[in-house]
Protein backbone atom coordinates (compact mmCIF):
# COMPACT_ATOMS: atom_id res chain seq x y z
CA UNK A 1 0.00 0.00 0.00
CA UNK A 2 0.99 3.43 -0.67
CA UNK A 3 -0.21 6.65 -0.38
CA UNK A 4 -0.02 10.38 0.61
CA UNK A 5 -0.49 9.01 4.19
CA UNK A 6 1.29 5.60 4.00
CA UNK A 7 3.23 3.06 2.84
CA UNK A 8 3.83 -0.71 2.89
CA UNK A 9 5.92 -3.03 0.91
CA UNK A 10 6.09 -6.67 0.70
CA UNK A 11 8.64 -8.66 -1.36
CA UNK A 12 7.67 -12.09 -3.20
CA UNK A 13 10.11 -14.38 -5.11
CA UNK A 14 8.74 -16.19 -7.29
CA UNK A 15 9.17 -20.60 -7.36
CA UNK A 16 9.09 -22.71 -10.09
CA UNK A 17 8.79 -22.83 -13.74
CA UNK A 18 5.41 -23.09 -14.62
CA UNK A 19 4.27 -19.52 -15.35
CA UNK A 20 0.34 -20.74 -15.00
CA UNK A 21 1.39 -22.59 -11.18
CA UNK A 22 3.73 -20.43 -10.00
CA UNK A 23 3.59 -19.93 -6.06
CA UNK A 24 4.88 -16.85 -4.17
CA UNK A 25 6.28 -16.22 -0.57
CA UNK A 26 6.28 -13.04 1.16
CA UNK A 27 9.42 -12.97 2.83
CA UNK A 28 9.88 -9.76 4.06
CA UNK A 29 7.46 -6.69 5.33
CA UNK A 30 8.19 -2.78 6.03
CA UNK A 31 5.88 -0.06 6.38
CA UNK A 32 5.62 3.24 6.96
CA UNK A 33 1.52 4.45 8.45
CA UNK A 34 0.16 7.18 10.20
CA UNK A 35 0.66 6.97 14.09
CA UNK A 36 4.36 6.68 14.02
CA UNK A 37 3.98 2.69 12.66
CA UNK A 38 7.02 1.46 10.87
CA UNK A 39 6.72 -2.57 11.33
CA UNK A 40 4.75 -5.14 11.39
CA UNK A 41 4.75 -5.83 15.53
CA UNK A 42 3.99 -2.01 15.95
CA UNK A 43 0.63 -2.40 12.99
CA UNK A 44 -0.24 -5.80 14.78
CA UNK A 45 -0.35 -3.61 18.43
CA UNK A 46 -2.56 -0.31 16.37
CA UNK A 47 -4.89 -3.08 16.11
CA UNK A 48 -5.26 -5.13 18.75
CA UNK A 49 -5.55 -1.39 20.79
CA UNK A 50 -7.93 -0.15 18.26
CA UNK A 51 -6.02 2.54 17.65
CA UNK A 52 -5.63 5.12 14.24
CA UNK A 53 -2.99 7.49 12.90
CA UNK A 54 -5.33 10.23 12.95
CA UNK A 55 -3.03 13.40 14.38
CA UNK A 56 -1.96 16.92 14.04
CA UNK A 57 -0.47 17.63 10.48
CA UNK A 58 3.47 18.14 10.92
CA UNK A 59 4.42 21.39 10.67
CA UNK A 60 6.83 21.14 7.88
CA UNK A 61 3.80 19.85 5.67
CA UNK A 62 1.12 22.85 5.84
CA UNK A 63 0.84 26.45 7.34
CA UNK A 64 -1.45 26.45 10.55
CA UNK A 65 -3.19 29.49 9.52
CA UNK A 66 -4.25 28.32 5.59
CA UNK A 67 -5.51 25.58 7.30
CA UNK A 68 -7.92 27.38 9.69
CA UNK A 69 -10.64 29.45 6.96
CA UNK A 70 -13.62 29.14 8.16
CA UNK A 71 -14.97 27.25 5.28
CA UNK A 72 -12.95 24.55 6.08
CA UNK A 73 -14.36 23.47 9.44
CA UNK A 74 -12.85 24.30 12.89
CA UNK A 75 -9.35 25.36 12.63
CA UNK A 76 -8.17 22.20 15.14
CA UNK A 77 -10.02 19.94 12.64
CA UNK A 78 -8.99 21.28 9.37
CA UNK A 79 -5.05 20.40 10.63
CA UNK A 80 -5.52 17.06 11.28
CA UNK A 81 -5.30 13.89 9.45
CA UNK A 82 -3.93 10.79 8.74
CA UNK A 83 -0.01 11.83 8.28
CA UNK A 84 3.51 10.43 8.45
CA UNK A 85 5.37 12.30 10.89
CA UNK A 86 8.78 11.97 8.91
CA UNK A 87 9.43 15.39 7.18
CA UNK A 88 9.76 13.54 3.01
CA UNK A 89 12.69 15.90 2.58
CA UNK A 90 14.97 13.90 4.58
CA UNK A 91 16.75 11.07 2.77
CA UNK A 92 20.01 10.07 1.89
CA UNK A 93 20.21 9.94 -1.61
CA UNK A 94 23.96 8.86 -1.27
CA UNK A 95 23.25 5.65 0.43
CA UNK A 96 21.03 5.09 -2.75
CA UNK A 97 23.42 6.42 -5.35
CA UNK A 98 21.32 9.11 -6.28
CA UNK A 99 23.23 12.16 -7.16
CA UNK A 100 21.67 14.65 -4.96
CA UNK A 101 20.46 17.17 -7.67
CA UNK A 102 18.51 13.82 -8.88
CA UNK A 103 16.75 12.71 -5.44
CA UNK A 104 15.93 16.32 -5.28
CA UNK A 105 13.32 16.05 -7.77
CA UNK A 106 11.98 12.83 -7.23
CA UNK A 107 8.83 11.92 -6.10
CA UNK A 108 8.90 12.08 -2.02
CA UNK A 109 6.80 8.26 -2.40
CA UNK A 110 9.94 7.19 -4.51
CA UNK A 111 12.52 8.21 -1.50
CA UNK A 112 10.32 6.86 1.37
CA UNK A 113 9.34 3.69 -0.75
CA UNK A 114 13.52 3.24 -2.04
CA UNK A 115 13.92 3.11 2.13
CA UNK A 116 11.10 1.09 2.75
CA UNK A 117 12.04 -1.59 0.32
CA UNK A 118 15.54 -1.61 1.98
CA UNK A 119 14.17 -2.23 5.41
CA UNK A 120 12.05 -4.76 3.52
CA UNK A 121 14.95 -6.50 2.68
CA UNK A 122 17.06 -6.10 5.96
CA UNK A 123 13.31 -7.70 7.53
CA UNK A 124 13.33 -10.96 5.08
CA UNK A 125 17.45 -11.35 5.90
CA UNK A 126 17.74 -11.06 2.37
CA UNK A 127 21.75 -10.47 1.33
CA UNK A 128 21.66 -11.47 -2.23
CA UNK A 129 19.21 -9.82 -4.48
CA UNK A 130 20.87 -8.14 -7.15
CA UNK A 131 20.07 -9.73 -10.47
CA UNK A 132 17.42 -12.10 -8.54
CA UNK A 133 14.13 -13.41 -9.36
CA UNK A 134 12.50 -11.18 -7.37
CA UNK A 135 8.86 -8.95 -7.74
CA UNK A 136 8.35 -5.61 -6.65
CA UNK A 137 4.76 -4.66 -6.61
CA UNK A 138 3.60 -1.37 -5.73
CA UNK A 139 -0.16 0.08 -5.52
CA UNK A 140 -0.26 3.59 -5.46
CA UNK A 141 -2.91 6.20 -4.67
CA UNK A 142 -1.96 9.89 -4.95
CA UNK A 143 -0.47 11.93 -7.12
CA UNK A 144 0.30 15.22 -4.80
CA UNK A 145 3.98 15.62 -6.22
CA UNK A 146 2.87 14.94 -9.93
CA UNK A 147 0.55 17.92 -9.72
CA UNK A 148 2.56 20.56 -8.20
CA UNK A 149 5.25 19.99 -10.71
CA UNK A 150 2.96 21.09 -13.65
CA UNK A 151 2.42 24.38 -11.63
CA UNK A 152 5.99 25.58 -12.57
CA UNK A 153 6.35 23.09 -16.11
CA UNK A 154 10.04 25.16 -16.65
CA UNK A 155 11.89 23.73 -14.01
CA UNK A 156 10.77 20.25 -15.11
CA UNK A 157 13.78 18.63 -16.21
CA UNK A 158 15.02 15.38 -17.22
CA UNK A 159 14.45 13.44 -14.49
CA UNK A 160 10.74 14.27 -14.50
CA UNK A 161 9.30 11.11 -16.83
CA UNK A 162 10.57 8.86 -14.12
CA UNK A 163 10.36 11.06 -10.85
CA UNK A 164 6.65 11.27 -11.14
CA UNK A 165 3.89 9.33 -11.51
CA UNK A 166 2.59 5.81 -9.68
CA UNK A 167 4.11 3.98 -12.53
CA UNK A 168 7.22 4.71 -11.63
CA UNK A 169 7.18 3.51 -8.15
CA UNK A 170 7.71 -0.16 -8.93
CA UNK A 171 9.99 0.42 -11.20
CA UNK A 172 12.29 3.03 -9.37
CA UNK A 173 12.94 0.24 -7.25
CA UNK A 174 13.52 -2.78 -9.35
CA UNK A 175 16.24 -0.36 -11.42
CA UNK A 176 17.73 0.52 -7.83
CA UNK A 177 18.20 -2.83 -6.51
CA UNK A 178 18.39 -4.59 -9.83
CA UNK A 179 15.37 -7.18 -8.84
CA UNK A 180 14.64 -9.07 -12.07
CA UNK A 181 10.83 -9.38 -11.29
CA UNK A 182 8.97 -13.14 -11.74
CA UNK A 183 9.33 -14.72 -15.40
Known sequence: MNSTTGQGQSLCRGRGDDESNQPIAVIGMAMRLPGGVRSGDEFWEMLVEKRDGFCEAPISRCSRESSSSPDRGSPSEARKGFFLQEDPACFDASFFSLPPHEAARLDPQQRLLLEVVWEC????????????????????????????????PQHLGQIFPIATGGFALANQVSYRFDLQGPR
Open 121 to 152: LENSGETRWRGERIGCFVGVFGEDWLEMSHKD
